[in-house]
C-alpha cells in the first residue's frame, strides 16, 4: 500500500516532558525516516531531520538538547532570536529559520542564524547579505518554492525559480543549498507527493546550468503529517515539529500561509 499522510495525527501528539520522551520520540521518527529510505532505496544518511521547535518555551528545548539535538529550526525570526539568546550557553545549538522573513527582520537573521530555508526574493537576499558582510558571517540558504499553486503559500512560482537562482552568486554571504517547499495540507496522498516530486523535478532542472558556487543539492521537505513521503521522493532535510515536540496550541493557519509576523 502507499505510504499515506498522517494528518489525522495532526493537533493530537503528545507532549514531550522529559529527555526520556525527546529520546523516545526522536529515535521513532529516525525509524520511519530509515524504513521510508528503505522503500525508496536510500542511503538513511542522505536525509538529515531538523527537529522544529517554534512555540516551544526553553525549559522543553533544553530537554531536547539534552537528547541529543543540536540544530533546530524556528519559522518566526523574533521568536528564534530571543532563544538563540537566552540559550547562548549551549555553544553547538544552531538555528535554523524556516519561515517567510521580512526584509526588515533579515539583520536579526545574519546575527545567529547558520540556514534559512525560505529565501523567495531578491531584495531580501540582498538585505541578508549586507548584514551578513556586515557581521562577517555566512549563511546557508534554501530557495522557497510553492510547489501546491496554493496563493496563500510563500514562495516563487516554479516557473520563476530559474532567473532566480541565476541572480544569486551575486550575494557572497549566501551559501545556495538547494530547495525548500510546504506541500499541500491534505489527506490525499498523491497531491501531497506530486508537490515533492516538482521539487525534485526542479532541483533537477535547475541543476543544468547552476551558476558556480551555487549548490543544488538540499531538498527541505515534509514535516509531521508527511515527511516519509517526501523521503520517498528525496527529501535531504525533513523538518519535523510536533511529532518531537508535541502538538502545537495554535493552529497552523496561525504560521502559514501567510501567519502574522
Ligand atoms: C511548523 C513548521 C514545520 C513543522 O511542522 P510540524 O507539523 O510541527 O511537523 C515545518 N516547516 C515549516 C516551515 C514550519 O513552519
Redesign the pocket.
Known amino acids: 500500500m502507499e505510504t499515506q499522510t498522517q494528518h489525522a495525527l ?1 493537533g493530537h ?1 503528545s507532549t514531550a516532558n522529559t529527555v526520556e520522551d525527546f529520546k523516545h520520540n526522536l529515535a521513532a521518527i529516525h525509524q520511519r525516516m530509515n524504513a521510508a529510505c528503505q522503500r525508496a532505496g536510500r542511503d538513511p544518511n542522505s536525509v538529515r531531520l ?1 527537529p ?1 521547535s ?1 512555540t516551544v518555551p526553553e525549559e522543553r528545548i533544553r530537554l531536547a538538547y539534552a537528547a541529543g539535538c543540536r540544530q533546530l ?1 524556528e ?1 518566526k525570526v523574533q521568536e528564534a532570536y530571543r532563544k538563540w539568546e537566552l540559550m547562548a550557553d549551549l555553544k553547538d545549538l544552531h538555528w535554523s529559520v ?2 517567510h522573513l521580512q526584509s526588515n527582520k533579515a539583520k536579526l537573521v545574519a546575527r545567529f542564524a547558520t540556514e534559512f ?2 529565501l523567495d526574493s531578491l531584495h531580501v537576499a540582498e538585505t541578508l547579505d549586507r548584514h551578513l558582510q556586515a557581521e562577517g558571517r555566512g549563511l546557508d540558504v534554501l530557495v522557497q518554492v510553492n510547489t501546491s499553486q496554493e496563493e496563500s503559500k510563500y514562495g516563487l512560482a516554479p516557473e520563476a525559480a530559474h532567473d532566480f537562482v541565476q541572480k544569486l552568486p551575486a550575494f557572497k554571504s549566501l551559501k545556495v543549498r538547494g530547495l ?1 517547499t ?1 506541500a499541500i495540507f491534505s489527506a490525499e496522498a498523491e497531491r501531497v507527493r506530486k508537490c515533492f516530486v516538482l521539487l525534485r523535478n526542479l532541483r533537477e532542472q535547475l541543476r543544468q546550468d547552476a551558476p558556480a558556487g551555487i549548490e543544488m543539492n538540499a531538498l ?1 521537505m ?4 508527511d ?1 516519509e513521503i517526501a523521503i520517498e521522493e528525496g527529501a535531504t532535510i525533513v ?7 508535541g502538538a ?1 496550541a495554535l493552529p ?1 493557519t496561525y ?2 500561509p501567510k ?1 502574522g509576523e
Open positions: 495532526h501528539y531538523l522544529v517554534k529550526g519559522n524556516i519561515g530555508h525560505a525548500m510546504l527541505s515534509g514535516m509531521s503529517g515527511f523538518r519535523v515539529g510536533q511529532a518531537i515536540f502545537r497552523d504560521y502559514w501567519g
